[in-house]
């Protein structure tokens, strides 16, 4: 039901920031939990940060924990993720996706996904 598209990746140098965006289509939004995975050359695709549907409770990933902060406006239909003090260890492709509605971690748990923006930290 539900198509994610991201956008808002690049090429920077280490300690630079970006903001990703991930617009949601199809479906209603608000009732969504949204969270933002990546995956890195030659490695498993792992968590990085979610924001429940209804108490607003986030989780976020101890490798960019305080570095990173997501955020939501479902009025626009977009879920956020920014990104400062990057590292060349960021480097990955990001990608955006939709849980029945609470915070979880679990990749399994998401049932839309979006294509993927590329992020490229160089040192």
């Known amino acids: 039901q539900v198509q994610l598209v991201e956008s808002g990746g690049g090429l920077l140098q280490a300690g630079g920031s970006l903001r990703l965006s991930c617009t949601a289509s199809?479906?209603?939004?608000?009732?969504?939990?949204m969270g933002w995975f990546r995956q890195a050359p030659g490695k498993e695709r792992e968590f990085v940060s979610v924001?429940?549907?209804?108490?607003?409770?986030?989780r976020t990933a101890d490798s960019v924990k305080g570095r990173f902060t997501i955020s939501r406006d479902n009025a626009k239909n977009t879920v956020y993720l920014q990104m400062n003090s990057l590292k060349p260890e960021d480097t990955a492709v990001y990608y955006c996706a939709a849980n029945p509605g609470f915070g979880t971690t679990d990749e399994k748990d998401y049932y839309y996904w979006g294509q993927g923006t590329q992020v490229t930290v160089s040192s």
């Open positions: 199809g479906g209603t939004f608000s009732m969504y939990g």
């Open positions: 924001i429940a549907r209804y108490s607003g409770i986030t």
